[in-house]
């Protein structure tokens, strides 16, 4: 019995069978159900992780913090409680609490960065997580320039 090599074609199909197979797990492992909605900054999810947003903190300039960041949950709890997100990781995956570190997508939309140009959370640069920063920073100036959320005159 003969057991030919398989041609040119049989290897094209081969290789796009393997990337197939890696996307759809890559992608798969990185989609999860936000549980709830821990605090301004972070989240729980269903297998019980919890994630912290990478570049944003709640505003260390203002008395009683209460407020800003009973928003900024309650805006939360309304993008991503109870829905699939995926997470991006960027240098550094853990904080010293054990919580992972992400910038949180859902249907799309950066979480992280939509909390910062609608004025509910502060941008922060937190190096090694760096990816973002810049533009988070552009979006925070822009949100004091139109007086949202943390920046209102009425705060």
């Keep these: ?31 999860h159900i936000v549980k ?10 269903l297998n019980g992780e919890r994630v912290r947003y990478i570049g944003v903190r709640l505003p260390r300039f203002v008395s009683p913090l209460g407020d800003y960041a009973r928003e900024a949950e309650e805006a939360q709890r309304r993008l991503v409680e109870g829905k699939k997100v995926r997470l991006e990781f960027d240098r550094e995956r853990k904080d010293e609490e054990g919580r992972f570190l992400a910038y949180v997508y859902q249907d799309g939309l950066m979480i992280n960065e939509w909390l910062v140009a609608n004025g509910y959370l502060q941008a922060v640069v937190s190096p090694p997580n760096t990816k973002y920063a810049d533009n988070f ?7 004091r320039e139109a007086g949202l959320g943390i920046w209102s005159d009425k705060r």
Excluded at 7 to 30: D, E, K, M, T, W
């Design 137 to 143: 920073q552009k979006l925070e100036k822009e949100a």
């Design 1 to 31: 019995m003969r057991i030919e090599k398989p041609g040119r074609f049989g290897y094209l199909v081969l290789a796009f069978l393997i990337a197939l197979g890696f996307s759809l797990v890559q992608n798969g492992q990185n989609q």
């Design 36 to 45: 709830k909605v821990i605090d301004g900054v972070t989240i729980e999810l």
